[in-house]
């Protein structure tokens, strides 16, 4: 089955710095890459998103980015501010209609 | 549309004892889907429905679990003789046909004593 490997677990960067969050994925008929923010005691919110027939997208200060040959993708957050603090999931859609997530990144934006 | 909402926030209960969870979907989204969390890790996958059919089962789902969706609406999970393995948090999301991207509930945080 699929299986999402995500670095850092943890990130902590000074207020305007970029980040970024790095994930590779397993099963090559994925083809639905989401990203999830969690904020403390919230479920998961979709910040952004992305189909394997995309390379990148890009909304405001958040992009991702896709390499489907070497089955990894990538959140990047420009000009980060305080409220970017939080547990940032990718995962990735299976041809079984699933997602499966990846374990995390704490980021921590230091004002 | 006040999104997906789970009842209740939280419970506690004593080991052996039964619970159930109830999500509601957001209107008119005919998919519906399980995932159990637990503490610094990723939500895992337990089960989803189509309007009330059961599409997939995890194999974390034991036989002590069980969910339905009885008229395609809101959904109910139930552990039977819970464990304290059993503690996490319960989320449950909800999608329309042809979209992606999921929305999920609040969860239900479970702690079994």
């Known amino acids: 089955g699929e299986n999402v490997e995500q670095h850092p677990s943890t990130l902590s960067v000074q207020e305007g710095d970029s980040a970024v969050i790095k994930c590779t994925y397993s099963d090559s008929a994925s083809n639905y890459f989401p990203w999830y923010k969690q904020e403390l005691g919230k479920g998961p919110q979709l910040i952004i998103d992305?189909?394997?027939?995309?390379g990148e997208k890009k909304d405001q200060r958040i992009a991702v980015t896709l390499n489907k040959t070497a089955k990894h993708f990538s959140l990047h957050i420009t000009e980060t501010q305080p409220e970017d603090s939080a547990v940032y999931f990718c995962?990735?859609?299976?041809?079984?209609?699933?997602?499966?997530f990846g374990p995390g990144t704490s980021l921590s934006v230091i004002p | 549309d006040t999104g997906v909402s789970q009842d209740p926030r939280h419970k506690i209960t004593k080991r052996g004892q039964n619970v159930t969870f109830r999500c509601d979907p957001i209107s008119e989204h005919n998919r519906l889907y399980w995932y159990r969390q637990t503490l610094g890790q990723g939500p895992e996958f337990l089960t989803y429905f189509q309007n009330e059919a059961q599409l997939e089962k995890s194999r974390l789902l034991s036989d002590r679990f069980s969910a339905e969706r009885p008229k395609g609406s809101f959904s109910t999970l139930e552990i039977q003789r819970t464990e304290q393995g059993d503690s996490a948090m319960y989320l449950c999301a909800s999608s329309p046909t042809g979209v992606q991207g999921y929305t999920f509930g609040s969860g239900t945080r479970l702690t079994v004593v």
């Open positions: 992305i189909r394997s027939n995309v």
């Open positions: 995962a990735a859609k299976t041809s079984y209609d699933k997602v499966i």
